[in-house]
Structures are given as structure tokens and as C-alpha cells.
């Protein structure tokens, strides 16, 4: 086991569809954090037992440890989960968990990080995780696809935290009974209005009285580069600590848009799960291939220069042809 002093303490919390993402997740953890004592601890739902012991043997193969704790279901009976149809489907009552950890986690715990499974960890969390929160409850990284939106207390866009990755300051969260409160806000509030489901809960909590970590600790869709080219990846991603595969569509699905998704098969291949192969059987909607489309099309536009040169040459010539009048 490591004999470093910096023990990092990670929540997740799953159920049994996610099983292959969260050994991924895992091992991108581990291999990026060797100097440090990386404890796990999971809230997971209908997961076989036998899947549950082989992470906590892989976990602790790795220097670190796994705990599993169990709630029940009662806790979140009526908490409002999408329907199948519904663009947020991908959803679970899992994504409510997060609230219940700074209950169930052992009191000596001063810092938790929570993650979501579909996040890679591409760098050393030691800096992030040991930030001086002083008496804040939480430190996250500003949402950056929501609109305004009065009905929850938003006053502006920066006040609006994502809730995937939270490094939590357990003494002043349960001193502010935060996740009481945001468990209120779920319960009272109509289904219409909680859009974002616990995520809104903990915004309409917190308003805006968070700790602003860099965008690097949580890089979702929106602040990679629309013209990131892939000659450039590398430097993008020298800083960056944690991919967030915000969206529908994930990086074990065929139809994800990511730029970043690319790096799910290079954790998955060194994962205890990498014989299972990479992609989820869910077939793609018609809006996602065409999203789908849109973006390959975007990629090779910017990852080749020279085809947009010839696109460019292309539309002049057409463009010189229709004022001269030699196209119908």
C-alpha cells in the first residue's frame, strides 16, 4: 500500500447497467493517482455481489479500497426520475444518491469526491481534492448549457453549479444540513420545475454561495473547443484532471458526439473489463444520428485542414458561377 500522506476519499454511485463504466472510471483513477491512497466509497443498486467483490479486489490491488454502503428504498420513494422517452432518460434514481454519503461516510472525513460514472479522471487529484474550502460547503464547476432560469432562484448563469463532480466539505454540508435541505426542495417542488432533478435541488440550496473550482475538474461538452483539432489534443489535455461525458449519449454508446470520447477505450483496455468490448447495445434516435452526422462532418472539417480548404475553393467557384450565370 502506498505509504504517501495524501488519502483521497471518492463517491460514486451506480446500478447494475454501469458496472463496465465504473471499473473504467476506476481504473482511470488508480492510474493516475499511484502517489496517493485512493479510498472508493459506492452506493450501488441490483449490482451482483460477485461484481461488487471483484472492484473491491481491484481496488485494493491498486493500493487503495472500496466500501459499499446500502440505503433504503424507501429514502427515495416519489423522487422524480425521467421516463424513457424523455431527453434526460439516461437518468437514474442512482444520480439521487449523492445526497446520502455525507451520512453514511465515516465522521473523520473531512473532503468527498463525488464523481459520476460516465467521467474519466486523466490527471492527479491530490491539488484539487486538498483546496482550502474554509467554512463552504461545496466546490464545483460552473454549468455552462443551462439557461436562466427565475422559477429555481437562478440570478445569474455563473451562480449554477453541474453536480457531477463535487468535492464536498463534509463538516459544513451536515452543520448546513445541505442535504436535507436539497431533499426538501425535491420533495415540494413540481416535477416541471426540477428539470435537472438533484442538480437543481442543490443549486436552489446553495444560491450561489459555492467554491468556483476551474473547468478543468469537470471538463464537460461545452468548454472543449468547437475547433479543437485532433493534432492538438494533446496540449488541450496536459492540464486537464476530470473528462465529464455529459449528454445522452456516452462514450460506451456509438452515437456519442464528445471530441474527448477517445479516451474511453484507452482506460477501458487496461481495465479488469476489457474483454467485455466498449459499446452498450441502445439503438440511436433520429435526432442523434443527426447530431451524429453534424459532428463527424465538424471533426473532419477541423481535423483536416486541407478538406476545408477545398470546401472553401468549392463554394467561391459556385458562388462566382451563380453570379456569371453559368448555374441554373
Known amino acids: 500500500m502506498s505509504t504517501s500522506s495524501t488519502v483521497i476519499h471518492i463517491a460514486i454511485a451506480f446500478d447494475e447497467v454501469y458496472v463496465n463504466p465504473v471499473f473504467v472510471l476506476l481504473t482511470s483513477i488508480f492510474l493516475n493517482n499511484r502517489d496517493c491512497q485512493v479510498q472508493v466509497h459506492a452506493i450501488a443498486t441490483d449490482v451482483p455481489q460477485a461484481a461488487k467483490t471483484r472492484m473491491v479486489e481491484y481496488a485494493r490491488q491498486q493500493g487503495g479500497d472500496m466500501h459499499f454502503y446500502v440505503i433504503s428504498p424507501e429514502v427515495t420513494q416519489g423522487f422524480p426520475v425521467?421516463?424513457?422517452?424523455?431527453?434526460?432518460?439516461?437518468?437514474?434514481?442512482?444520480?439521487?444518491?449523492?445526497?446520502?454519503?455525507?451520512?453514511?461516510?465515516?465522521q473523520d472525513i473531512k473532503h468527498l469526491l463525488y464523481l459520476d460514472i460516465d467521467m474519466l479522471v486523466v490527471g492527479s487529484l491530490a491539488e484539487m481534492y486538498q483546496a482550502d474550502l474554509g467554512d463552504?460547503?461545496?466546490?464545483?464547476?460552473?454549468?455552462?448549457?443551462?439557461?436562466?432560469?427565475?422559477?429555481i432562484g437562478m440570478r445569474?448563469?455563473?451562480?449554477?453549479?453541474?453536480?457531477?463532480?463535487?468535492?464536498?466539505?463534509?463538516?459544513?454540508?451536515?452543520?448546513?444540513?445541505?442535504?436535507?435541505?436539497a431533499i426538501e426542495v425535491i420533495v415540494r417542488t413540481p416535477k416541471d420545475v426540477l428539470q435537472y432533478h438533484d442538480q437543481d435541488a442543490l443549486n436552489v440550496v446553495f444560491q450561489g454561495r459555492w467554491h468556483r473550482l476551474d473547468?478543468?475538474?469537470?471538463?464537460?461538452?461545452?468548454?472543449?473547443?468547437?475547433?479543437?483539432?485532433?493534432?492538438?489534443?494533446?496540449?488541450f489535455l496536459a492540464d486537464?484532471?476530470?473528462?465529464?461525458?455529459?449528454?445522452?449519449?456516452?462514450?460506451?454508446?456509438?452515437?456519442?458526439?464528445?471530441?474527448?470520447?477517445?479516451?474511453?477505450?484507452?482506460?477501458?483496455?487496461?481495465?479488469?473489463?476489457?474483454?467485455?468490448?466498449?459499446?452498450?447495445?441502445k439503438p440511436p434516435t433520429r435526432e442523434a444520428l443527426k447530431q451524429l452526422f453534424h459532428s463527424r462532418i465538424m471533426e473532419t472539417y477541423f481535423n483536416y485542414p486541407e478538406v476545408g480548404q477545398l470546401w472553401r475553393r468549392v463554394k467561391r467557384r459556385r458562388t462566382r458561377d451563380n453570379n456569371t450565370g453559368l448555374v441554373n
Open 82 to 106: 425521467p421516463g424513457p422517452d424523455e431527453p434526460e432518460a439516461y437518468i437514474t434514481m442512482a444520480a439521487y444518491y449523492r445526497l446520502f454519503f455525507p451520512r453514511l461516510v465515516p
Open 136 to 151: 463552504t460547503a461545496v466546490g464545483a464547476v460552473m454549468e455552462a448549457e443551462v439557461p436562466l432560469r427565475s422559477e
Open 156 to 181: 445569474s448563469l455563473e451562480d449554477y453549479f453541474n453536480s457531477g463532480m463535487l468535492l464536498m466539505n463534509l463538516p459544513p454540508w451536515r452543520a448546513q444540513r445541505i442535504s436535507e435541505r
Open 215 to 235: 473547468c478543468r475538474y469537470n471538463l464537460m461538452k461545452a468548454y472543449i473547443p468547437h475547433d479543437l483539432a485532433k493534432r492538438d489534443y494533446r496540449r
Open 240 to 281: 486537464k484532471v476530470i473528462i465529464h461525458y455529459n449528454g445522452r449519449n456516452k462514450p460506451w454508446h456509438r452515437a456519442c458526439i464528445n471530441r474527448l470520447r477517445f479516451l474511453y477505450p484507452y482506460y477501458l483496455r487496461r481495465s479488469p473489463v476489457a474483454r467485455f468490448g466498449q459499446y452498450m447495445s
